[in-house]
């Protein structure tokens, strides 16, 4: 008797660990400010936007260009730092047409646009009244942000910015690197004064500039990175975010503004951390509806431009976009433009491609969710309103088999934007439908699901 009541007391404790946990990963991207700002809550009008557009464009872009080798991380590598610095004063790119690269994101299928508007190089992409180390300062005499702002209004596309937290060229930002002597892997202390108290000017430079992105350009959400290295912390994280929102409640701020993020999964690490969004890096982020998050990926091997660098087949693009959107994320394709202003034509190209796709079966992607289907090797799941999509990466041979949840039936099926019904039968909640030997798209095909009932709330399966 006393052994069975200890168990059920076990089990009641287990039951209450099990709750909280859940609360709290229900609770983890939603948090906006973080533990320090328990009532900034992410604004949900906000991120709905971001999620509902699903796809958007990376622009890794600078004065390195000129050289073609990475943004940032070549500075003291493959190119000297005097020199590197210096490259702004050759920086011309006469063929920049703002609305040629908005309308390549939108033929693209893209829905909104993300630009380094400074990376850990710490030269400004905009006429700043805060640094000399800017594009008022280049033969080209003139920020691109207005005109691209501008575009994007036009053309209907969200406007966001990159900005790195740590500045390798900024004289206050106190972590040096790259480091000849390694003093970059050693923790340092950021209670010391003397550095604490540049690190405090090196803050007010971020703020000035950031304010003034907010007040000149209007960007609907901030990119941050670069939140990694000792000299930036939790407090500082947390502070920047209610700053930010405190100057436009509609920002939309991703997990790198703080130290949650957890490597390149880019996961945040717990409820406790800053930010509005997770950031898995050059990989499709695990299956997560709950909590909001968008993938990095570029469309060739490098983020900034480099002649010949070879670019991912299209379909791998394509594939690339529906697993992050059957996963429950977004997919930020990175593109690099070239130093002259333009994106290279085979970029073009391959985006056109993917925006052909789209074209067809953005129905399955936009304003959509993921799941409720888990992602397998063959196929991945959105849905929206009583509709379930199901994007075929390869070719099932014969008959798709998925289990449906208690409650839902299927009322027809086809493929999106074919008018014949595919035959299908349910047995003990297995759902099987009958496939043609050929699918009708090579890149991925797409079967619609009508069900008997809204979608939305489905427990994934
Ligand atoms: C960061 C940037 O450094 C990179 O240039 C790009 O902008 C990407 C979107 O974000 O990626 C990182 C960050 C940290 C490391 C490598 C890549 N790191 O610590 O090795």
Known sequence: MENHKNKSMALKQLLVVFLLITQFSFAQNSNGGGEANPDLKTNEQALKRFQDNRFGMFIHWGPVT???????????KEVAIDEYDNLYKEFNPVLFNANDWVKTAKDAGMKYIVL?????????????KFTDYDMKNTPYGKGVLKELAAACKEQNIDFGLYYTICDWHHQDYPVVYPDKDYKFHIEKDITDPATKEKMDRYITYMKNQL????????????????????????EMGMDLYAYLRGLNDNLLINNRIDKGREGMA????????????????????????TNAWESCITIANQWAWKANDQLKPTKQCIQTLVQTAGGGGNLLLNVGPMADGRIEQRQIDRLKEIGTWLDLYGEAIYGTRGGPFLPTETIVST???????????????????????????VKKCYFL???????????KGKLRISLPETLPNANVSVLVLEMNKSTEGMEPI
């Not at 880019?266 to 509806?289: C, F, H, M, N, R």
């Not at 009583?386 to 041979?397: M, T």
């Not at 934007?417 to 047995?427: A, G, P, R």
Request: net charge negative.
């Open 116 to 128: 380094t508007a400074r990376h850990h190089d710490g030269f400004s992409l905009w006429d700043s």
């Open 266 to 289: 880019g996961t945040t690490k717990s409820y406790k951390y800053a930010g509005d969004y997770a950031t898995p890096e050059q990989e499709i982020g695990k299956y997560d509806v």
């Open 66 to 76: 000129l050289r073609g080798t990475e943004i940032s991380w070549s500075r003291g």
């Open 211 to 234: 304010k003034e992105l907010i007040e000149d350009y209007n960007p609907t959400l901030f990119w941050f990175d670069g939140e990694w290295e000792w000299a930036w912390t939790h």
């Open 383 to 409: 849905h929206k309103n009583d509709k379930i999509y199901v994007h075929l990466l390869k070719n099932p041979e014969g008959n798709l088999e998925v289990s449906l949840p208690k409650g839902y039936k």
């Open 417 to 427: 934007n074919q008018t014949d019904f595919l035959t299908f039968e349910l047995k």
